[in-house]
């Protein structure tokens, strides 16, 4: 028999990629607030984290064995002008999703961040200390730490920058990078901001993998290297046949955001590497395959 799997955020960027990938393999029930999105053989369930009474409510009432919980304010600028509110849906709902786990025997996989590093040294282990700039970052850190200390079966995976195309309306960057450089804009990248940017479908697969095994603590999915900004879009230029001249190398040092930026929270992913089947791609080939992807629309 199929295991149940629930997926918070279902009908964000990473949650869509979850259930398209889960499809064959998980019976899904996956939470929405307002609009369902158009994909096919999930159970969803209505859930807004905003109303802590409902989350028990709604999980006692299905035989669930994993959660994957993506739900979050994950919009560092949004979290930052509601520090209230960030708690609440990042800690304070992520508590409550802890509890009822653990009360019911349920493996819990979390969505973490990179974000909880202040990006001074960069090449970050799992075993780092953190020290996030942001009040995102903060959010996320006090949920692994609540998992940490409360919970018997979880993950808490940190993810990269993901990237990628959306089975959402909502545009990701790639896909703004590409429609505005097909019309001849020019699109502004950070020189001096690096990371281990994760393609959102191996991402995914790595996350389904987790679910699956007995492996239990943190580990960092992103890509084995450190990249910046700007040379991502230029990689980006190459397989998109894009003219690189639309990507206008700048300094973040330069400009200032409602929510500090880190500057390098690139990853070592040697964890990842002995522990997952899933291989985490580089940026050349996670690029190479959107673009084959995005061809057929098959994201
Ligand atoms: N994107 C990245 O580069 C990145 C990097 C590292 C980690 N992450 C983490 O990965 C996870 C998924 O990110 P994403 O990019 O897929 O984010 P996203 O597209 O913004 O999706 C966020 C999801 O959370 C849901 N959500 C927000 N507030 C909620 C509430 N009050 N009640 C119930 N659901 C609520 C949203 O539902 P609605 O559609 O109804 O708003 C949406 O489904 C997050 O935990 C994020 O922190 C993301």
Known sequence: MKKSLLIT??????????????GEN???????????????????????????????QILNTRKIDVVIHAAAIADLDT??????????????????????????????????????FDGEKGNYTEDDPVNP???????????????RQFSSNYVIARSALIYGFSWTESQTFSQIMLKRTKKGESVQLFTDQFRSPILVNNLAQALLELADSDFCGTLHLGAPERISRYEFGILFAKYFSISSNLFIPIQMKNYQFKAAR????????????????????????????????????QF
């Open 9 to 22: 955020g279902a009908t964000g960027f990473l949650g869509g990629h979850l259930i398209s990938q889960a």
């Open 26 to 56: 998980w019976n899904i029930h996956a939470t929405y607030r307002q609009k369902i999105q158009n994909l096919q053989n999930v159970n969803w369930v209505k859930l807004d984290l905003n109303d802590l009474s409902q989350i028990e």
């Open 79 to 116: 979290a930052e002008g509601d520090s209230e509110l960030t708690n609440r849906i990042n800690v304070l709902a992520t508590q409550k999703i802890v509890d009822f786990c653990e009360s019911s025997k349920t493996r819990l996989i979390f969505i973490s961040t990179d974000m909880v």
């Open 133 to 147: 700039l942001n009040s995102y970052g903060v959010s996320k850190k006090t949920a692994e730490n609540y998992i």
């Open 262 to 297: 880190p500057k390098d929270t690139s990853f070592k992913i040697d964890s990842a590497k002995k522990i997952l089947k899933t291989e985490l791609l580089d940026c050349h080939n996670g690029i190479q395959f959107i673009k084959e992807c995005s061809s057929s629309r």
